[in-house]
């Protein structure tokens, strides 16, 4: 494939009509192509067929999602401790937060090789899904893991891993970069060549709308911005001249997931029809993204913490293939290791004892549902196409396009909060009369970086009920 065919008019306009049929032809073939049931003799106990395929493409992640515990202690031999009592209560993953991440909100480890080996140590990495959250050192965390698992004796080929590495993502998110925006772009090919001469099959490149969605904007933002993300690594694999039917694979995509579980499950619906769509047009054979959920920051609120933990319930069983809950107290300090246990427990008691898990689709027959989808694909897909018109992410971001609209969303929702169309439980509502703090780790908050060669506008992450106490 040549790289002429990826250029901002390969993507036609579609509207809301457009991705209502997709939806529905992908239906039909699901559905005939799938194997029939076996019938019951007695059809009380007739187990209902569950379209797995469907969730791969459209839904839920069907097999049930990855528990990933975010570690991002500021004293790696603390987060050791975390990140074992972690695996032993459960969890099935682990997302390392550096220092610098933008969801790290001024904690994570110290961002240097012995921090990894210090927080992993007595981890069998090859027992457990590993990610590691974007953040300034990104490239070189991939040749720290490596090394670490050869010191480990561990084959790195035979582990499930995501590098996490996002350089739009980390810009909007800091707003600086340690290099223009033009030397980035010439420098990553290069990377790309050495990492596929690694022969690695793991998530290297992940598309990351956390950032978008914590910072106030839209869901269609969010979805443009991954999506524009995923399209210019596809451009950076043809100039690493890697074939994109190999290459694709190596990219996954994140996403905040909110208390709004009808519009969660549709974005993530959402996404998987977006991305189907660019592979369709780039002539890749079209196979389901890699999708991260990480609960949202901007939703909890800082008084009646305990009402996070229900938000985070309703978030994290929106369906994806990795989830990873924030702790309800996070609005306060880094969590101690109570909350830590709840946000884990609350993902096993959706995955074991309410069975969600093994809901392919849960709201497969929903026709609002559909329609939403297809509205989200429609504005999506428009948000996509504006910011490829606008010289592709990193240059939008630049020059501040992106971002204007970010601020723009945030502004129409916080007067929606204002006027009282939503509320917030425990700050807009139902306010305590007291309110304690609850307990936090020892932990200094730091501030975001500032070095850098390329500046942007900064979409920091603000909580709207920080924004509604600021008038």
Not at 82 to 91: C, F, K, L
Not at 164 to 178: K, N
Not at 405 to 428: D, H, M, N, Y
Request: aromatic letters at 6%.
């Amino acid at each position: 494939m040549e790289a002429a065919i990826i250029s901002a008019g390969s993507f036609p306009p579609m509207n809301r009509a457009d991705w209502l049929e997709i939806g529905r032809q992908a239906v039909i073939k699901r559905r005939a192509d799938a194997p029939q049931p076996p019938r019951s003799a007695d059809l009380r106990f007739q187990q209902p067929r569950l379209d797995v395929g469907a969730a791969a493409m459209e839904g839920n992640a069907g097999a049930g999602w990855t528990i990933v515990q975010r570690i991002d202690d500021v004293d790696p031999r603390r987060a050791n401790h975390q990140a074992q009592e972690d695996i032993a209560g459960g969890a099935t993953g682990l997302s390392i937060v550096f220092e610098g991440a933008p969801n790290a909100f001024g904690y994570g480890l110290p961002a240097r090789p012995e921090s990894l080996a210090a927080v992993l140590h007595n981890i069998q990495l090859n027992r457990i899904h590993l990610r590691m959250d974007m953040h300034p050192a990104s490239r070189a965390s991939v040749d720290w893991l490596i090394e670490l698992a050869r010191r480990k004796k561990v084959d790195p080929a035979r582990l499930s891993l995501s590098f996490g590495i996002d350089p739009a993502a980390l810009f909007a998110g800091s707003g600086t970069l340690r290099m223009s925006v033009a030397a980035l772009q010439a420098s990553m090919p290069p990377s790309l060549g050495h990492f596929f001469g690694l022969g690695i099959p793991a998530v290297l490149l992940e598309a990351d709308g956390r950032v978008v969605h914590n910072a106030g904007g839209s869901e269609a933002q969010e979805l443009g911005v991954m999506l524009s993300a995923a399209v210019s690594y596809l451009r950076m694999f043809i100039d690493a001249r890697q074939p994109l039917v190999y290459a694709a694979p190596h990219i996954g995509f994140s996403l905040c997931v909110d208390h709004d579980q009808f519009i969660s499950v549709a974005k993530i619906r959402a996404l998987r029809r977006l991305w189907s769509k660019v592979q369709e047009i780039c002539n890749i054979p079209a196979l389901p993204p890699k999708i991260h959920a990480e609960t949202s920051y901007r939703m909890m609120s800082a008084r009646s913490v305990e009402t996070n933990i229900v938000r985070a319930s309703l978030a994290a069983s929106a369906g994806a293939d990795t989830v990873s809950v924030l702790p309800h107290t996070q609005p306060h300090g880094l969590p101690d290791a109570h909350a830590r246990r709840i946000a884990r427990d609350l993902q096993l008691v959706i995955a074991d004892e309410t069975h969600l898990s093994s809901l392919a689709d849960p709201a497969a027959s929903s026709e609002d549902l559909d329609i939403l989808v297809a509205s989200l694909c429609d504005a999506g897909w428009e948000e996509f196409r504006r910011i490829q018109e606008e010289g592709g992410l990193l240059t939008s971001l630049a020059a501040g396009f992106v971002q204007q609209r970010v601020f723009q969303a945030r502004e129409q929702r916080l007067l929606a909060l204002r006027k009282g169309s939503f509320s917030i439980v425990g700050t807009t509502i139902d306010q305590p009369k007291e309110d304690v703090a609850p307990a936090t780790l020892a932990a200094t908050r730091r501030s975001a970086p500032t070095e850098g060669v390329a500046r942007c506008d900064r979409l920091a992450p603000v909580r709207l009920d920080e924004l509604l106490a600021q008038g």
